[in-house]
């Protein structure tokens, strides 16, 4: 995740890393990776629905947490 958001960052750099669709990219980023990582198949659209459900989590349940190691975790358990 942390590699993901330094590559979202430098894809982004003219708008300091704000991207609205944040979702949408890094769910076209990490979807392989996390598939062979964690030996699991998803499609593009169910990794962009995870992912805005887990900020929206982030947001309500745990601000201010390592969002990296939430969602991590939240993956193994969903998929590990």
Do not use: C
């Amino acid at each position: 995740m942390k590699e993901a958001g330094q590559a979202h960052h430098e894809a982004y750099l003219d708008t300091d890393g704000a991207d609205p669709d944040w979702p949408i990219w890094y769910a076209g980023y990490l979807r392989d990776r996390l598939a062979g990582l964690l030996n699991a198949q998803f499609t593009k659209s169910e990794l962009v629905y995870l992912l805005v459900t887990l900020d929206r989590e982030v947001q309500r349940n745990a601000p201010g947490t390592d969002w990296q190691a939430y969602y991590a975790r939240a993956l193994l358990k969903r998929y590990g």
